[in-house]
């Protein structure tokens, strides 16, 4: 099912490829991050990290299983000479060995691991979390250049149309030739502005590819998406910073951590501690001349160190100043996610307010261009004056874009700071 979904979709980014700039429809947001999510490295480390582990606890678990070894020998003796007097012996023999008491310290070697198994599966859901917040500013990213070269495509087609008019205007001898110099400066200045628009383009493009952990070769389009998703009202701060504290992986990571650093403390101080392991064995041996001889062993081993040079001491005081470390390491962590948290709310408070007063300044400044185009094909505006509205309303649609992005980072950047993926994909990975 994954080999199938990454070849839609890379067929979907071809297939858009092969379109015109002018058709805006491309890979949607919620694309894009699945594709994030089933294809970036990072998620693939962070698997592999959990098997790893799994498979140390695994081992901690054969220490308590029976452990037999089969041996098996054949020796042959003579001289050069004499290769006719040679003997031989043969023996095989089977050995079972179990541990049978070690105060414990297994026992708090498998609970260390497996709270070691919950840490890095909480570590996985992060990196999905932070994979698809960059993928998603990285999605939201592209858009912005793609509605800035929109933007320059439209403010060039007004100069070039004022360029028209002022040429006319200068040929019938209504307009000075200052006008028609100004309007191909105002023009030429366009034109550079839209190359590097067009350039911005495809360097977020490569950004993008990079969050989402695809190597297309080609450039591609994404669906031009400004539609807004607004959580509920992010004033309740401490509603929030709550929710980060019971939902944040990284958080409940360092949690297990702490568990697991306590049960380090207790296996260190268990170093000398005595261990019991018994064994079961039984042989059989032949040599020439002589007939099969069979033996048996049963045994029981008590191991009690004595005297082990401080090391017992000094581990107990490793395990214990680690153990400080991941408790310094929470407070970090609390004190981030409360401003992470904080941050982000107002972010997005203020970018939906600047969205709202910016759409407005948009509606002005399109009035105010067709004023300025009206007073000056009536002869009692100025070349100017019009240059400046068009500017003037350029400039709106680049704020008004600019805050949409800043709202969109701002929810990505509150979903990041509260453990939550994206409302998007939330759900259906």
């Known amino acids: 099912m994954r080999k199938i979904l990454i070849c839609v979709l890379i067929l979907l980014i071809s297939c858009n490829v092969l379109h015109a700039e002018e058709d805006l429809t491309g890979l949607s947001l919620e694309e894009c991050l699945e594709l994030a999510l089933i294809n970036h490295p990072s998620l693939r480390r962070a698997k592999s990290s959990t098997r790893d582990i799994k498979a140390q606890l695994e081992s901690l678990k054969a220490n308590d299983r029976v452990k037999i070894t089969l041996t098996g020998s054949a020796n042959y003796s003579g001289t050069y000479q004499y ?56 999605y939201y990213d592209l858009v912005l250049k793609l509605l800035n070269r929109d933007v320059e495509r439209e403010k060039l087609n007004n100069l070039e149309q004022h ?13 000075p030739f200052i006008d028609v110099t100004k309007a191909q400066a105002d023009v030429a200045t366009a034109k550079v502005s839209l190359l590097k628009a067009e350039n911005d383009i495809l360097v977020s493009q490569e950004a993008l590819k990079v969050a989402m952990g695809t190597d297309i070769a080609t450039p591609f389009n994404v669906a031009l998406s400004t539609k807004l998703l607004l959580p509920q009202p992010a004033e309740d701060f401490e509603k929030l910073i709550s929710t980060a504290f019971n939902d944040r992986p990284d958080y409940k990571k360092l949690q ?32 020439e001349g002589s007939s099969a001889e069979r033996d048996y062993t049963v045994g029981i081993n008590l191991n009690v160190p004595v005297a082990d040079g401080g090391a017992e001491k000094a581990a107990v005081e490793s395990a214990r100043a680690q153990l400080e470390q991941v408790s310094a390491d929470i407070e970090i962590l609390e004190n981030q996610i ?13 970018a939906t307010d600047r969205v709202k007063s910016s759409e407005t300044g948009v509606k002005y400044a399109e009035e105010n261009l067709l004023l300025a185009q009206g007073r000056y094909e009536v002869g009692v505006g100025d070349a100017i004056e019009l240059s400046d509205a068009v500017s003037s309303l350029a400039s709106s649609r680049y704020t008004y874009y600019q805050a949409l992005y800043d709202a969109q980072t701002a929810r990505a950047d509150l979903d990041e700071a509260l453990g939550h993926l994206p409302p998007e994909i939330e759900g259906k990975i």
């Open 83 to 138: 290769w006719d007097d040679r003997t031989h012996a043969e023996n095989l023999s089977i050995n079972a060995t179990k541990l049978l008491y070690d105060t414990g310290k297994n026992k708090l070697q498998k609970q260390i691991r497996n709270e070691s198994i919950q840490g890095s599966i909480e570590t996985e859901r992060n990196t999905q979390i932070t994979v698809a917040a960059n993928a998603k500013r990285a």
């Open 163 to 175: 360029l028209k008019t002022a040429q006319g205007f200068y040929d019938v001898g209504q307009s």
């Open 256 to 287: 297990h951590d702490y568990k697991g650093g306590e049960l380090s403390v207790k296996y260190a101080a268990r170093t000398n501690a005595p261990t019991i392991n018994g064994s079961m064995g039984s042989s059989i041996s032949k040599r």
């Open 338 to 350: 409360t401003y992470g948290v904080r941050s982000a709310a107002l972010s997005l408070i203020n």
